[in-house]
């Protein structure tokens, strides 16, 4: 229906012209936008581990330490992804989302069978093994769908990088209303939505993500500014709907009228992205039919023109020692090329901007995924009613995902305006997400709404930061690596903090109170702990941890400050094929370019003369597309 009306709006034409159309929406960049979208909505079923937690630990009978080990593990698999990237350096990004898609199902669905009894009860290390496998599948979904739109706009990665994990961040709400509306309160049948669900999303879009050639558009931020009202609709409708949830009983056809619109409000974008694709369409066919002085066509190659030869009477320029370009380059380790040129994946691993970044996020992020992941036994401890779990989550969904396109979007405005290095904001960031913890820590009443805030905030703030800033500093050439490797800082502090610190304390403080009450461990098969005490302690620890992460951070905002002062896309721009225009430079009016790369011819207009393409070498040396 979609594709009809967009035909039609581009005026009358044959079927032929009109299956053209079709194709061109299809494989267009803004099209591929639209399916990553899609994707990261249905990617944060790690998010939702306080809705099912509970199932676990009452029909499996874990007690606390084994339940935060499982969710260490689901932590593990959702950030750890080296494997993802080093797979998506050598396929194209379809076989990425492939593996995703059989892992997450694979996952919850053994998860899912052992919860309702269908299948014999697996030891911990299986369930370990099956809830690490699922949340894996999520890294294959960030770098297949995230890493591909990266390196297809890299002059816009902050806004790119926090809208699209904006929707991730978002998901767990956008999964709480799909739940309720097919399941009602069958908490057993979620683990089975998120099983299915994410890995059929993934699936529809395979052929859609794909590297395309780079191109500069004029309108290109304008656009994604509109995608990003759209999402704020969308989010704004999710906490209106869960404040109402929390107030009233929803019945399943309320829930269903509430998904209705939630799925209304998530494919929305289409429209703003066919608008996009139909205008570079007509543009496309005006050059091809009209290719006279006004029109010039370009035809850009994959690897650039080389340099015209030097005059005899020029001396030329001394010759660089040779330099490796290998991936695993060992003999270059400890002499990395300047900040912002392409590293090589040793070269970034072992540098001290990666060492600094990586300390940082591990006790920032660390932190507050422990905080995330014990929302519903935080709740229970400190006498909140059980609906009220619901609440929670999907409040940190909704602020996570604010957290992300605010950090996002603001971020590259003020990178741009005032020349802010990105580091600065995650300082700032680190430092706001201690009152959520210390919130926590001290049971204000009411105030785990509050923490609920501002712990998603940070969380989701802290992600479009850390990504951008690895692709800034050690450029995009191994972007799908470097990547997954920042990620691997928010399990590594989950485990300190939230296996050895939380999970170790509440189950001593429990013992306290069992012993107290007179009764035995073997006598009681789920006893939970209740009171302030029970998280008091760990997160004053772990309000301390994210004051280190804070201070440690600094010292990356000293040594980049320099770097972030300079023009950091000016590569990209330089790379760029500048159309013929005035002599001041400008472009000039009617101007058209058309970049050709393996046979595909791909508008790259999207207004007069605003627009250049560069060739896919240019950032992404070595890689095919």
Not at 560 to 571: C, E, L
Request: hydrophobic share 50%; aromatic share 10%; proline share 5%.
């Amino acid at each position: 229906m979609v594709m009809a009306d967009a035909a039609a709006a581009a005026g009358g034409h044959s079927w032929k012209e009109t299956g053209s159309l079709a194709k061109h929406i299809l494989l267009g960049r803004w099209f591929m936008a639209f399916a990553a979208i899609l994707i990261m909505s249905m990617a944060g079923a790690t998010y939702m581990f306080s809705l099912y937690s509970g199932d676990l630990k009452t029909k499996l009978g874990y007690d606390q330490t084994s339940l935060n080990l499982l969710s260490f593990f689901k932590d593990l698999g959702a950030n750890v992804g080296i494997v993802s990237g080093l797979i998506n350096e050598v396929t194209p990004p379809w076989v990425v989302l492939s593996i995703g898609a059989a892992m997450n199902f694979f996952g919850y669905f053994m998860i899912w069978l052992a919860v309702t009894g269908r299948s014999a009860r697996p030891r911990l290390w299986l369930m370990c093994l099956y809830i690490c496998v699922g949340a894996n599948s999520q890294s294959f979904a960030n770098t297949g769908a995230l890493v591909t739109a990266v390196m297809n706009f890299p002059e816009s990665r902050g806004s790119i990088l926090g809208l699209l994990k904006g929707f991730v961040g978002l998901s767990g709400a956008i999964l709480a209303q799909l739940y309720h509306a097919f399941y009602g309160e069958d908490s057993e049948s979620l683990i089975l939505l998120i099983a299915w669900l994410p890995a059929a999303v993934s699936i529809v879009f395979l052929r859609t993500i794909r590297i395309l050639p780079v191109v500069r558009q004029k309108n290109e931020l304008k656009v994604l500014y509109n995608l990003l009202y759209v999402s704020l609709g969308l989010a704004g409708f999710l906490m209106a709907v869960i404040i109402l949830q929390n107030q009233l009983q929803f019945s399943r056809i309320e829930y269903a009228a509430s998904a209705a619109v939630v799925l209304i409000l998530l494919l929305l974008p289409i429209f703003i992205v066919v608008k996009q694709e139909v205008v570079l369409w007509k543009r496309k066919r005006a050059i091809v039919k009209n290719n006279d002085s006004s029109h010039q066509l370009k035809v850009v190659a994959e690897t650039p023109l080389p340099p015209p030869p030097l005059q005899a009477s020029e001396p030329g320029p001394p010759l660089p020692p040779p330099q490796h370009t290998g991936a695993c380059d060992c003999g270059n380790i400890l002499r990395p090329p300047d900040r912002g040129e392409d590293y090589t994946i040793l070269q970034a691993l072992f540098s001290i901007d990666m060492l600094i970044l990586f300390t940082a996020t591990t006790f920032g992020a660390g932190g507050t995924l422990t905080a995330i992941d014990n929302l519903g036994q935080i709740a229970s401890s400190l006498g909140y009613p059980s609906r009220s779990t619901s609440t929670f989550v999907s409040l940190v969904s909704i602020w996570n995902y604010l957290g992300r396109v605010v950090s996002g979007f603001a971020s590259e405005a003020l990178l741009t305006k005032y020349k802010w290095p990105r580091p600065l904001l995650l300082t700032l960031v680190l430092l706001l997400s201690c009152v959520g913890h210390l919130l926590i820590a001290f049971g204000v009443p009411n105030g785990l709404y509050a923490a609920s805030v501002v712990i998603g905030f940070c969380f989701g703030a802290q992600w479009p930061l850390v990504f951008a800033i690895i692709s800034e500093i050690f450029g995009l050439k191994y972007y799908s690596t470097l990547y997954n490797f920042g990620a691997v800082a928010s399990p590594v502090g989950s485990y300190v903090l939230n296996v050895k610190v939380a999970g170790r304390l509440y189950d001593r403080e429990a013992a306290r109170q069992m012993a107290a009450s007179g009764l035995a461990r073997k006598d009681v098969k789920d006893f939970k702990c209740k009171g302030v005490a029970c998280y008091k302690p760990a997160f004053l620890v772990i309000a301390g941890a994210a004051l280190f992460g804070c201070l440690v951070s600094l010292i990356l905002v000293q040594r980049t400050r320099k770097f972030y002062r300079g023009d950091i896309y000016r590569k990209f721009r330089e790379a760029a094929i500048d159309l013929p225009g005035k002599e001041d430079g400008s472009k000039a009016a009617g101007a058209e370019a058309v970049a050709v790369v393996d046979g595909d011819d791909r508008m790259a207009t999207a207004g007069a003369g605003d627009v250049t393409a560069a060739p896919a070498g240019a950032v992404r040396q070595g890689r095919g597309t």
